[in-house]
């Protein structure tokens, strides 16, 4: 057996596990006639539980932090985002089907028809209030709450997490400096969240579940939410260690695993590696280059791209400039963080722009 | 003897009224009538009174669309939310009870709990509701996006919860410190070690050496905002009252009310939304 967990330790690595889910995204968006069957959804259930007992049960390593207090309420999130997109695709492809007969989504054929909230309503309520109540007291009554020893400053833990749920935040600390994954990222999801009414101006599919009549707003969104946020948390919670070092799933935490840090920066990259001048010592002539990558990335391409995009201009022209710039820049700055990390895994790049002068690194 | 017994209760039972009786003299008595007024909601007239008489019922519509209410629709998770909020609310009052927010006394206070208090799980109803009212949370907003939910006329609800998913990860982050054991004091370092580099307000930020006044930096490890945030340079003492009176006082009262306005918004913007 532990040659299979071996092997999946080998082959897990930070850009293959992302490289996967990123395949697995595709598929999903891809496949999702076949996968929303109900026959096939049981299987893949069963699948994923079978991959959690078998881990379980075969690696020490895993059991110990999958039955961390902390740690069982991820499997509560897996498993229901698991299930809700199941729903609410499944509702999609039905409703798809249907508007490509020329028929109405099914929510139309109760749509117009007024139930008393009395008792129609506030019975589901009640139920769901009764069920969500007895659900939370037997977990309250089966799992203990963590306390560890008294806070000590004296003692720091390795590795030291974050609350599950900002273990995502936290990852991005591995590619981007705090100013920028801790501050500027979350603001920008904050503000981006927030601006979605604003900038999805297609009129259709309000009020019901379709995927066809929205393509465009639902995939960006979900890659954020399953890509950038899920998975990252799953990352952080299974596989980052000591030093918040990379661990395959069933690998032990060794804590004096060394990890060969020979990131290098674009400014050396070029001055040193390629031009062989030597680093310039004043800094804003040392990161021209980075300014130069950082200033083409935001300002050079998002005309670029709009002129070689058919589909670009389209939404160009039909949301104005104002809300078209807002968006594409939304959308780079959702985009920095998987291009930091490829460039990160294939040329161990280090920071775009470096000037630790004046902590602006990017 | 045992004959007689049984003939008195049968006696007895036979003079005493049906239960269709008493639960009509209770309906029907003054108390009752004072509390309810309205007859059993089991007519048009009666389930519209159910409703608007009654303050918490009546955050609802008197009716509401059939695509709306159902379960495959909506998950109930916007209203799953608001019970574990509700429920959080009231296991966090309890919980105030027995805990002191200082660095002497809070460990122990959450030992105690566990070790003295009879049926003291309350502390754990508050930990695994907190950390699945993050998730319902989510999923409220999944729902909301692939129903289309927020365009028109309900862009700025979805706003108004954005605000709420920050303000429920806040209450949970704000809540992770106060066992102060060392999981509560490494993950809260670990999390606000980010405020010290905010650009412009922290010291170990981007443009913060530009804030000076003649050679003096306004921004320095004693004056930004996480120093302001921690009462200090690290988490201590300062941080704890800080903290808890942010979990306890103040983002709630924050939360009570932006959910006050998302709910009537609901309402405001025609309801849970339907296909046109
Ligand atoms: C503490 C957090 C929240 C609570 C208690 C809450 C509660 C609710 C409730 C009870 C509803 C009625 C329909 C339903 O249950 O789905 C609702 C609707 C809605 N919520 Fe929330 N919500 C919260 C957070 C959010 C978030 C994070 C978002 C989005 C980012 C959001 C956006 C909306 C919108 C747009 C509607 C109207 C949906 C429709 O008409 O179909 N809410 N919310």
């Given amino acids: 057996m532990h040659y299979i967990l071996d092997a999946i330790d080998f082959v897990l690595q930070p850009w293959s596990y992302f490289l996967f889910s990123v395949i697995a995204f595709w598929a999903m968006i891809k496949y999702r006639e076949k996968w929303t069957e109900p026959a096939f959804a049981v299987k893949l259930l069963w699948g994923a539980i079978g991959a959690i007992v078998f881990s379980m049960v075969y690696s020490v390593h895993f059991r110990e932090i999958a039955s961390l207090p902390d740690n069982v309420p991820i499997f509560l999130m897996v498993f229901s985002v698991g299930f809700f997109t199941w729903l609410s695709f499944r509702q999609g492809v039905l409703n798809d089907r249907r508007i490509a007969q020329g028929q109405p989504p099914i929510e139309k054929e109760t749509s117009d028809k007024k139930v008393y909230v009395w008792p129609d309503l506030v019975y589901i309520e009640f139920i769901a209030t009764v069920v969500a109540g007895v659900v939370l007291l037997i977990w309250s009554l089966c799992l203990h709450a963590p306390l560890e020893q008294a806070a000590t400053p004296a003692w720091t833990p390795n590795p030291s997490k974050a609350p599950w749920y900002f273990l995502g935040l936290q990852e991005m600390l591995v590619y981007y400096d705090p100013w920028l994954a801790g501050v500027v990222f979350p603001t920008l999801i904050i503000v981006g969240l927030m601006a979605i009414p604003y900038i999805d101006k297609n009129p259709k599919g309000a009020g019901y579940y379709t995927f066809n009549e929205r393509k465009l707003a639902i995939i960006p969104f979900l890659f954020g939410f399953f890509i950038l946020w899920v998975t990252l948390i799953f990352l952080g919670t299974f596989m980052r260690g000591p030093g918040w070092n990379f661990f395959g799933p069933y690998e032990n935490w060794d804590l004096h695993k060394v990890v060969v840090l020979n990131n290098v920066n674009l400014s050396e990259y070029i001055w040193v590696r390629i031009l062989g001048i030597g680093l310039p010592s004043n800094f804003l002539l040392r990161e021209i280059w980075g300014f130069l990558a950082v200033g083409f990335y935001l300002i050079g391409l998002p005309p670029l791209l709009t002129k070689k995009i058919p589909l670009l201009q389209e939404l160009l022209e039909k949301m104005g400039v104002v809300r078209y710039g807002i968006l594409i820049f939304l959308f780079l700055s959702m985009a920095a963080l998987p291009i930091k990390m490829v460039l990160r895994w294939l040329i161990n790049l280090k920071y775009i722009v470096a000037i630790p002068e004046i902590f602006f690194n990017i | ?276």
């Avoid at chain 2, 988490?235 to 006050?260: D, G, K, N, Q, W």
């Fill in chain 2, 1 to 276: 003897m045992l004959d007689k017994l049984k003939k008195k209760i049968d006696e007895i039972f036979a003079q005493s009224p049906s239960p269709e009786a008493v639960k009509k003299a209770i309906a029907e008595g003054q108390v009752w009538k004072s509390i309810f007024r309205h007859g059993y909601p089991d007519t048009p007239r009666n389930r519209v009174m159910a409703v608007l008489s009654n303050v918490f019922l009546h955050l609802h519509p008197v009716k509401a669309r059939h695509s709306g209410v159902k379960m495959s629709y909506t998950w109930c998770m916007g209203g799953l939310s608001f019970f574990l909020f509700l429920n959080l609310t009231v296991t966090g009052i309890l919980l105030m009870f027995y805990y002191r927010p200082t660095a002497e006394y809070a460990y122990y206070d959450i030992v105690a709990l566990r070790e003295h208090v009879p049926l003291g799980i309350m502390r754990e109803i508050h930990r695994w509701g907190a950390h699945a009212m993050v998730i319902a949370v989510w999923l409220h907003m999944f729902r909301v996006f692939m129903t289309g939910s927020y365009k028109p006329p309900r862009e700025f609800n979805w706003v108004i919860g954005v605000i709420l998913l920050v303000i429920t990860l806040l209450l949970s982050f704000t809540g992770y410190l106060l066992p102060w054991d060392q999981l509560a004091m490494w993950a809260i370092t670990v999390g606000t070690n980010m405020a010290r580099a905010t650009p412009f307000m922290g010291y170990e930020g981007p443009g913060a050496s530009m804030i000076q006044i003649g050679g003096v930096h306004l921004v320095n490890g004693g004056s930004d905002i996480h120093f302001a945030l921690l009462g200090g340079h690290f988490v201590s003492e300062a941080t704890l009252i800080r903290f808890y009176v942010l979990h306890c006082v103040v983002v709630p009262i924050v939360a009570a009310t932006l959910m006050a306005i998302h709910f009537w918004r609901v309402r405001k913007d025609g309801g849970i939304s339907g296909p046109l």
